[in-house]
């Protein structure tokens, strides 16, 4: 069975960081990229960030390119999301979601693209 487990969230003042992990369970690891996605409230789901199998390519939503930044330990099973600078904006709840098909890196936050998902994570900042 699949299970994505995310932690990390918490109140952050702007300014601050954050880092989000996601670790999986039920499926081999190495063998699929992995996404962030975010939904904040009264918004629709929103992509944040991807990342290939090893590693070698990771891409970001304009709106937290050079803020944001993710990583993978694939030992560990697990992925993360080193969040700098927030922003009041990006105040959301924060999934993790593995796509359906290995190997292929997915840049949206179309659900159909993704077989599981985290139960998410509160991110929220604030003063």
């Known amino acids: 069975q699949v299970q994505l487990v995310e932690s990390g969230g918490g109140l952050v003042q702007p300014g601050g960081s954050l880092r989000l992990a996601c670790t999986a369970s039920?499926?081999?690891?190495?063998?699929?990229?992995m996404t962030w996605v975010r939904q904040a409230p009264g918004k629709p789901l929103e992509w944040v960030s991807s990342?290939?199998?090893?590693?070698?390519?990771?891409n970001y939503a304009d709106s937290v390119k050079g803020r944001f930044t993710i990583s993978r330990d694939n030992a560990k099973k697990t992925h993360y999301l080193q969040m700098d600078n927030l922003k009041p904006e990006d105040t959301a709840l924060y999934f993790c979601?593995?796509?359906?098909?290995?190997?292929?890196?997915?840049?949206?936050?179309?659900?159909?693209?993704?077989?599981?998902w985290g139960q998410g994570t509160q991110v929220t900042v604030s003063l």
């Open positions: 979601a593995k796509p359906l098909k290995s190997r292929t890196i997915t840049d949206t936050a179309q659900k159909d693209v993704y077989d599981s």
């Open positions: 039920g499926f081999l690891f190495s063998s699929y990229s």
């Open positions: 990342i290939s199998t090893g590693s070698a390519n990771t």
